[in-house]
């Protein structure tokens, strides 16, 4: 015998009055498809070895938006459900009209809308310049409605924005709730697996941060895909959370513009300038490797005395606050520069994230740059991890950074001297490897 908590799902094998997960009362009730694998199970289906189950690699069905179908490992898997999680307002919809225009192309797409009318998205496609006859708008908040439609249609690919809108089959919990949108989430996978059509289901992030109610969602569905971004910035990023069907490695950018999300095709373009760094002192180009791709992008630091009195300002904008203070801490103990009395401010320029200790080295420099008022010399790209005690460690993939770095016009580059097979690499770049802090500080001279 199991209980389960109606509210949040959480399973119990003794009844409570309370669930200790989310608090609910009287929320459990024995839950048949628990004690009773028979839901779960098909009776005609007897083990098969795997060698002799047949599989036909079906066509995947590309949205034709290259960096979406990157994010999703080449494209649209009939019958797969995907959730794509973002605040509201970042482009969630935009980005999946634009996407649903081009499917049509493979076939029917029913457009389940249930937060805007027919005539707001119509006036959306009319502003990005959108029309086909095989993209079907259903403008409606009620599950049982939209189902209707999909089984009459028979559509390759339904998209519902959002699982948050939707009127689920129990209508006596309010829309949006964390068991309607469980229910719904079912409902959708259910039928995405029997007729083998692609779901797309938009969940949002709530103002203040919160995504519990289509996370309960996750382990259903196959893929969750956080489409992310900065309100002050128009750079919108892709990013794979769960792939059943292709890498999480891989990051998709766009920008937002006057007629919907364009792709960012050269990245390195986009968030470095060209031939070289700026005169700018506190400014850095670093090289990380988002999946299989090299991205070169600036990081700006400003160190200014405080003003405060008290505890000096730390701020982080596209930069791990936690990894910044480490190399804040590496930065006192092991070069001996207190920057207790100072204020210091990092950013990234365009609006990108980057999450990989490789940037170490550029973060410290463009630190030790603007405390120091030294430049960094141009065209110089600074690639290294950098350890508690100071040393400068190795990164994987270095000889496409450093590829890249020359391809934008990059002359010069400091590297992890223990990175295997510096000597092989880009004859056309001046390389230079250094083994910790100091090496570093001398080659660019920044004592
Ligand atoms: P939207 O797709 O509605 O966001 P979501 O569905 O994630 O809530 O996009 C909303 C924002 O995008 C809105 O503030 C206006 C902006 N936008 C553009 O800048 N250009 C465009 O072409 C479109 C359609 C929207
Ligand atoms: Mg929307």
């Given at each position: 015998?199991?209980?389960?908590?109606?509210?949040?799902?959480?399973?119990?094998?003794?009844?409570?009055?309370?669930?200790?997960k989310?608090?609910?009362?009287?929320?459990?009730?024995?839950?048949?498809?628990?004690?009773?694998?028979?839901?779960?199970?098909?009776?005609?289906?007897?083990?098969?070895?795997?060698?002799?189950?047949?599989?036909?690699?079906?066509?995947?069905?590309?949205?034709?938006?290259?960096?979406?179908?990157?994010?999703?490992?080449?494209?649209?898997?009939?019958?797969?459900?995907?959730?794509?999680?973002?605040?509201?307002?970042?482009?969630?919809?935009?980005?999946?009209?634009?996407?649903?225009?081009?499917?049509?192309?493979?076939?029917?797409?029913?457009?389940?809308?249930?937060?805007?009318?027919?005539?707001?998205?119509?006036?959306?496609a009319?502003?990005?310049?959108?029309?086909?006859?095989?993209?079907f708008?259903?403008s409606?908040?009620?599950?049982?409605?939209?189902?209707?439609?999909?089984?009459?249609?028979?559509?390759?690919?339904?998209?519902?924005?959002?699982?948050?809108?939707?009127?689920?089959?129990?209508?006596?919990?309010?829309?949006?709730?964390?068991?309607?949108?469980?229910?719904?989430?079912?409902?959708?996978?259910?039928?995405?697996?029997?007729?083998?059509?692609?779901?797309?289901?938009?969940?949002?992030?709530?103002?203040?941060?919160?995504?519990?109610?289509?996370?309960?969602?996750?382990?259903?569905?196959?893929?969750?895909?956080?489409f992310?971004?900065?309100?002050?910035?128009?750079?919108?990023?892709?990013?794979?959370?769960?792939?059943?069907?292709?890498?999480?490695?891989?990051?998709?950018?766009?920008?937002?513009?006057?007629?919907?999300?364009?792709?960012?095709?050269?990245?390195?373009?986009?968030?470095?300038?060209?031939?070289?760094?700026?005169?700018?002192?506190?400014?850095?180009?670093?090289?990380?490797?988002?999946?299989?791709?090299?991205?070169?992008?600036?990081?700006?630091?400003?160190?200014t005395?405080?003003?405060?009195g008290?505890?000096?300002?730390?701020?982080?904008?596209?930069?791990?606050?936690?990894?910044t203070?480490?190399?804040?801490?590496?930065?006192?103990?092991?070069?001996?520069?207190?920057?207790?009395?100072?204020?210091?401010?990092?950013?990234?320029?365009?609006?990108?994230?980057?999450?990989?200790?490789?940037a170490?080295?550029g973060?410290?420099?463009?630190?030790?740059?603007?405390?120091?008022?030294?430049?960094?010399?141009?065209?110089?790209?600074i690639?290294?991890?950098?350890?508690?005690?100071?040393?400068?460690?190795?990164v994987?993939?270095?000889?496409?950074?450093?590829n890249?770095?020359e391809?934008?016009?990059?002359?010069?580059?400091?590297?992890?001297?223990?990175?295997?097979?510096?000597?092989?690499?880009?004859?056309?770049?001046?390389?230079?490897?250094?083994?910790?802090?100091?090496?570093?500080?001398?080659?660019?001279?920044?004592n």
């Amino acid at each position: 015998m199991a209980y389960k908590c109606n509210n949040c799902g959480y399973t119990s094998i003794e009844w409570l009055g309370r669930c200790p997960k989310c608090g609910e009362w009287d929320a459990f009730k024995d839950n048949e498809s628990l004690n009773d694998p028979k839901g779960n199970k098909d009776p005609d289906k007897s083990p098969t070895p795997l060698s002799k189950i047949s599989f036909d690699p079906k066509e995947r069905i590309p949205t034709s938006i290259g960096e979406l179908d990157r994010v999703l490992g080449g494209g649209l898997i009939p019958g797969s459900v995907i959730l794509l999680g973002g605040a509201p307002g970042i482009g969630k919809s935009t980005l999946l009209l634009q996407a649903a225009t081009n499917i049509s192309r493979e076939g029917k797409v029913l457009y389940i809308s249930g937060e805007e009318s027919s005539k707001q998205l119509k006036m959306r496609a009319e502003r990005l310049n959108l029309s086909s006859d095989d993209l079907f708008i259903f403008s409606g908040g009620n599950l049982k409605k939209a189902l209707h439609h999909l089984k009459e249609m028979d559509p390759v690919c339904v998209i519902v924005d959002s699982i948050q809108s939707l009127q689920g089959p129990d209508s006596s919990t309010s829309v949006g709730s964390t068991k309607q949108v469980r229910e719904l989430g079912r409902e959708f996978t259910k039928l995405g697996k029997k007729k083998d059509t692609a779901v797309i289901l938009i969940g949002h992030i709530t103002k203040s941060g919160d995504f519990s109610g289509p996370k309960t969602i996750e382990h259903l569905v196959d893929t969750t895909i956080y489409f992310e971004g900065k309100r002050d910035s128009n750079v919108r990023l892709l990013r794979p959370d769960k792939n059943r069907f292709g890498s999480t490695r891989l990051l998709g950018l766009f920008k937002m513009t006057e007629n919907g999300l364009e792709e960012i095709l050269n990245p390195s373009q986009f968030f470095a300038k060209k031939n070289g760094g700026t005169d700018q002192k506190g400014t850095t180009t670093v090289c990380t490797v988002e999946g299989s791709r090299p991205i070169l992008a600036e990081i700006q630091a400003l160190v200014t005395p405080s003003n405060f009195g008290g505890s000096p300002q730390r701020r982080t904008t596209g930069l791990d606050y936690n990894r910044t203070s480490l190399l804040l801490a590496v930065i006192q103990k092991q070069l001996g520069l207190n920057l207790q009395e100072f204020d210091i401010y990092l950013n990234v320029v365009g609006g990108f994230k980057i999450g990989e200790t490789a940037a170490d080295l550029g973060i410290v420099t463009a630190i030790l740059s603007s405390a120091n008022e030294v430049q960094i010399p141009r065209r110089t790209v600074i690639i290294g991890e950098v350890g508690l005690s100071g040393e400068v460690r190795p990164v994987k993939s270095l000889g496409s950074r450093v590829n890249e770095a020359e391809k934008l016009g990059y002359t010069k580059a400091l590297v992890p001297e223990d990175n295997a097979g510096i000597e092989q690499m880009n004859p056309k770049l001046d390389l230079h490897p250094v083994h910790d802090l100091p090496a570093a500080m001398n080659k660019l001279n920044l004592n």
